[in-house]
């Protein structure tokens, strides 16, 4: 199997800094890109930041400037945020297709796969 996991959240103060991490783990054979989505509640999820496998990024206009993103290897996904508001108090999911080797079917097959989240909470 396949799984994307999620570490980092927690509660930080408005101001302050936290740094998100996603880890892609299985039979992965290429991620061609890591997204950074969000869940405020009561809303729909949005994407934060994405990156490809070259490095190319994409911010939503609330992140720039106070997010970055980025790739300590092909199936790992970091999401650095500072200057934290209240504001950005949600559940951070973590989203990448997968081209994986399934042993069990012995074939390679492509997977939309999500974390299971991770709660940052920004306190005023």
């Known amino acids: ?5 999620e570490s980092g959240g ?14 892609a783990s299985g039979r992965i054979l290429r991620i061609d890109e890591m997204e950074w ?9 949005e994407l934060v930041a994405s990156i490809t496998s070259g490095g190319s990024t994409n911010y939503a206009d609330f992140a720039k400037g106070r997010f970055t ?6 199936n790992t996904a970091n999401l650095q945020m500072n200057s934290l508001k209240p504001e950005d ?3 951070y999911y973590c989203n990448a ?3 994986f080797y399934n042993p069990v079917d012995d074939i390679v097959a492509t997977r939309d796969s999500w974390g299971q989240g991770t ?3 920004v306190s005023p």
Request: aromatic letters at 0%; hydrophobic letters at 40%.
């Open 119 to 121: 709660q940052v909470t």
């Open 1 to 5: 199997q396949v799984q994307l996991v």
């Open 89 to 91: 108090t949600a559940v």
């Open 37 to 45: 989505h969000r869940q405020i509640p009561g809303r729909q999820r």
């Open 97 to 99: 297709n997968l081209l």
């Open 10 to 23: 927690g509660l930080v103060r408005a101001g302050g800094s936290l740094r998100l991490s996603c880890v």
């Open 69 to 74: 993103i980025s790739r300590d290897n092909a």
